[in-house]
């Protein structure tokens, strides 16, 4: 007399697919339609990392052109540690990074916990301010209360007045 075995089969699958869950094989990254977007930006990616409390280095299979600039926009209103890196460049902490030279873009962060998070990578043009703030503004209205999109608005702000502080002061220099 044979034994059925079909719910010992059924125990042993859930912790696999949990296992594949966790791996992030279930969350592949989204690219934008580029024809929906604004023509400042070249790229828009959004993904989803593996769960687990903490990550290092996720390949985004974004390639960074010299002179772009990247955007890292958390969609959670949580806490969360990010960085970015560019080729050989040094660690990034901020919600944007201009490339220095080209290269492959890979994501590092840390979560606090077990959620599943949600991140758009942003690849601009050019470092042109006043349009990634306006994109940026947008999006922060469709998007309330995300401090995320807040913090990257101010970011870009400051950027966009600092380097046009050099410039003045460049030009003035130059008299």
């Given at each position: 007399m044979?034994?059925?075995?079909?719910?010992?089969r059924v125990f042993f699958l859930l912790p696999i697919l949990y296992l594949l869950l966790g791996w992030g094989c279930s969350s592949a990254p989204v690219m934008s339609d580029s024809s929906s977007l604004p023509p400042i930006v070249r790229l828009h990616k959004r993904f989803s990392p593996p769960i687990g409390p903490a990550l290092k280095a996720i390949e985004t299979g974004i390639y960074a052109q010299k002179g772009e600039i990247i955007s890292v926009l958390p969609a959670a209103h949580e806490s969360v540690a990010t960085y970015i890196r560019i080729g050989n460049q040094d660690l990034s902490f901020s919600y944007h990074t201009k490339a220095h030279s080209s290269g492959p873009v890979t994501f590092g962060i840390h979560l606090s916990g077990q959620q599943l998070r949600?991140?758009?990578?942003?690849?601009?043009?050019?470092?042109?301010?006043?349009?990634?703030?306006?994109?940026?503004?947008k999006r922060r209205r469709e998007d309330l209360g995300n401090r995320h999109v807040i913090a990257a608005i101010a970011e870009a702000k400051n950027v966009k007045r600092s380097s046009s502080l050099?410039?003045?002061?460049?030009?003035?220099w130059m008299r």
């Open positions: 044979r034994k059925d075995r079909k719910p010992f949600v991140f758009d990578i942003l690849v601009w043009r050019r470092e042109d301010w006043v349009q990634i703030v306006d994109v940026l503004e050099k410039r003045k002061s460049l030009k003035t």
